[in-house]
């Protein structure tokens, strides 16, 4: 393909993706397909020839498209949001045309300094403190990491560093592998499983911290774990605050969590993966407060604010504690502004060593919506989530299971966990609209999610009308069932 047919067939492709975003909701939300369905539809190995554009155009409809589910449909309501916007792809288009590895400030200057004035917008939207931004001379600073898990998992391992260096100018005696076995990191019981992985990766031990019967952590909650496991000799390093489970979207008390950190020398770092887009609203910022007391915080854009995925921002306030833990300069890396104190090389921020020019996404988004596009965005899907939480409450069969604050409601037929399983398994066999269910305790719950951009009321009042006929249906056969035995 020269340059004068990838002009005809990118036009093409545009115009391709323009019309299932534009019709998307025409489209079955989830596939038909059963597992193994491709392989029989692709040849066995690659051809030795190559095909013609049309040849693999015309096979988008016939292969890929049944088995995809589609996220950005308005009656997918599973999971969280994916974002996804028109400023976004075109960006994504730039990115790859570019097709930089932006590990070092020499390797394409702007694809890193873009991405520091990025997150220092970012965080300018949500009012973090000022210690969390580079500016010209401070020293935290933002990163574009992948997801949310490997911002935890860099967060962790920059704390287990700094505590095995700490341990050690302290009592000189004791191994690193000796302070490997005692370090422990912490968790709210509702935290993403994320979050346990990232212990798993890094070899050190992680208890769950009971949360109260908001399904948040209190700080007392934490003390208690902590000065049981500090008196049988361990050492508390890394607290992983929630906020907006993924469950139900609680959040972790951090005005309690927070001063405790700080006093017992614990790295807190706090996941907002889902909600922190909600914060650029004055009127949900509340939430956030604690986060003065945090050592990194991040969020994910490629959730809740139109920009597609990958793009998780994550704060330091001290950018020499990441750096402290990955860095390594082979000489082939190695250019001669990178003493100069202006330079940010992010390979030594993140776990890979290559990255994509991420913060031009950001950057068409943030342009192109303003902070005001964005805020409406937020506030259009909380007004839908409580529209959806109405309706749920006017039915006397139905119980709402955790309070509602963003985009989430969690739900479930009054009855047993059986007869919610029944009813989760209706919804999603009939694949007008697609839901994904959590447990609350013992409790078996439906979680309804408000994900699509272009979602509107008409769409929730259809998903209640169909949830509602479903769970008709089935207590009807459930209570015909009962009698029977």
């Given at each position: ?91 994504d288009m730039l990115c790859g045309g570019i097709g930089c ?82 370090l422990v990191a912490y968790a709210s019981d509702q935290a ?294």
């Amino acid at each position: 393909m020269d340059a004068a047919e990838f002009r005809k067939r990118g036009k093409e492709m545009v115009d391709y993706v323009a019309d299932y975003l534009e019709k998307i909701e025409k489209r079955q939300v989830i596939p038909d397909v059963e597992p193994g369905y491709l392989r029989p539809l692709v040849a066995d190995c690659a051809p030795q020839d190559p095909e013609s554009f049309d040849d693999v155009f015309k096979d988008i409809e016939k292969i890929i498209m049944p088995g995809v589910t589609h996220w950005h449909s308005p009656y997918f309501f599973a999971y969280f949001p994916a974002a996804s916007s028109f400023p976004a792809l075109l960006a994504d288009m730039l990115c790859g045309g570019i097709g930089c590895v932006g590990f070092s400030w020499a390797a394409s200057p702007a694809c890193t300094e873009l991405e520091t004035v990025m997150l220092d917008w970012l965080g300018k939207m949500v009012n973090l403190p000022e210690e969390f931004l580079a500016g010209k001379d401070g020293q935290g600073g933002g990163v574009i990491q992948g997801s949310a898990s490997e911002a935890t998992l860099v967060a962790l391992l920059a704390a287990r560093t700094k505590t095995i260096r700490q341990v050690q100018s302290e009592k000189p005696e004791l191994t690193e592998t000796e302070i490997m076995g005692r370090l422990v990191a912490y968790a709210s019981d509702q935290a993403h499983s994320s979050v346990e992985r990232a212990a798993l990766i890094a070899a050190v031990k992680i208890k769950n911290v009971p949360s109260d019967d908001t399904f948040s952590v209190c700080g007392s909650a934490l003390k208690k774990v902590l000065d049981e496991d500090k008196a049988a000799g361990l050492i508390p390093f890394f607290f992983c605050a929630t906020l907006g489970t993924t469950p139900c979207c609680s959040f972790d008390k951090l005005l309690e969590l927070g001063p405790i950190c700080n006093k017992e020398n614990i790295w807190m770092h706090i996941d907002a993966a889902y909600a922190g887009s909600a914060f650029i609203c004055p009127e949900f910022r509340h939430l956030l407060n604690g986060v003065e007391f945090a050592d990194s915080f991040n969020f994910n854009p490629h959730k809740w604010l139109l920009v597609n995925f990958d793009c998780s921002a994550m704060w330091v306030k001290k950018r020499s504690d990441l750096i402290g833990a990955f860095k390594l300069e082979p000489l082939y890396l190695q250019h001669h502004h990178q003493e100069s104190g202006l330079v940010t090389d992010y390979r030594h921020w993140q776990i890979p060593l290559g990255r994509r020019f991420r913060s031009l996404k950001l950057w068409f988004v943030l342009r192109m919506y303003g902070v005001k596009g964005l805020q409406e965005h937020i506030r259009k899907h909380i007004r839908l989530s409580h529209q959806f939480e109405r309706l749920v409450l006017q039915d006397e069969r139905f119980e709402i299971c955790a309070e509602v604050v963003l985009g989430l409601v969690c739900f479930r037929l009054k009855g047993s966990n059986e007869l919610n399983e029944a009813l989760l398994k209706s919804i999603n066999d009939a694949k007008k609209i697609h839901l994904v269910p959590c447990h609350l305790r013992e409790k078996f719950v439906l979680r309804f999610a408000i994900c699509s951009r272009t979602v509107e009321s008409t769409h929730i009042k259809f998903a209640w009308q169909h949830i509602s006929q479903l769970a008709t249906d089935l207590l009807k056969t459930w209570e015909q069932n009962h009698h029977q035995q």
